[in-house]
């Protein structure tokens, strides 16, 4: 039994040693995906902006282009005590127009998460480390069954998001050149009343580089019919990036 005792406690006190021996991992940063959404004073960005919008029951369907510019204006402590950023925003209706400025949203960006804030409604659009498979909420600071208004017509736009990044450093065309790129879809969903398809792809050092959206509402009365045909309301979207400075 003494013998057992004393190698037990040798078993022990080698553990402690190795233990206390034993070097604390360092995360490197550098990995986290952070120049996936940079945000800095002055930095711009300029999309073209097309959309289809149904309304009127799925008869009347609108087409509109434009071109919206944001840029990154000072910072300001939020209502968290965290520091933001002011996004100021232009819109032009066609590319020889003036810039008309029409409102200014916020952005941030922490070790965990960068969000936004667009018309008072705050979103998670990317967190970190970046890493492929990854899921997260992004209603986590909204209430997902608010509803916008699409050409007249009010829309649940917001419910059932489930972001997953399922593209990391995949190479994506941008101006003629390959950069990495995340790929983060939002949701895919497609029941008999919704059909909802929202994906977003983000640049390395660039950010935003593509959103494409497709949000449908039918009453379900022709659930074998295509989408194009019996969506009673709703749009699709698509925000291309063409500059960055």
């Not at 492929?132 to 992004?138: D, E, F, I, T, V």
């Not at 997953?164 to 029941?191: H, S, W, Y």
């Not at 983000?202 to 009365?221: A, T």
Request: proline share 4%; hydrophobic share 40%; charged share 25%.
């Amino acid at each position: 039994m003494k013998n057992f005792v004393f190698l037990l406690l040798s078993f022990v006190a080698i553990f402690v040693m190795t233990s206390c021996n034993s070097e604390t991992e360092i995360l490197d940063e550098a990995t986290f995906g952070y120049d996936f959404f940079p945000v800095s004073v002055g930095k711009s960005w300029v999309y073209a902006s097309d959309s289809i919008i149904l309304s009127s029951g799925g008869t009347r369907r609108d087409t509109f282009r434009s071109f919206i510019r944001e840029v990154v204006g000072d910072t300001f402590v939020d209502a968290t005590g965290k520091t933001a950023f002011r996004l100021q925003r232009f819109f032009k209706r066609n590319a020889s127009d003036p810039w008309i400025s029409t409102n200014t949203w916020t952005c941030s960006v922490d070790k965990n998460m960068a969000i936004r804030t667009e018309e008072n409604i705050r979103q998670v659009k990317l967190v970190f480390p970046i890493k492929k498979g990854l899921r997260w909420n992004a209603n986590v600071f909204l209430y997902e069954d608010l509803t916008v208004v699409v050409g007249g017509e009010p829309i649940t736009l917001f419910r059932g998001l489930n972001p997953r990044m399922e593209e990391i450093n995949e190479p994506f065309d941008f101006n003629g050149q390959q950069v990495p790129a995340i790929k983060v879809n939002l949701v895919k969903e497609n029941t008999i009343i919704n059909f909802r398809d929202m994906t977003e792809y983000y640049g390395k050092g660039i950010g935003l580089l593509k959103r494409e959206m497709i949000v449908y509402d039918s009453d379900g009365s022709r659930p074998n019919d295509p989408w194009e045909t019996k969506a009673q309301k709703g749009f699709k979207h698509t925000l291309t990036l063409i500059e960055v400075n």
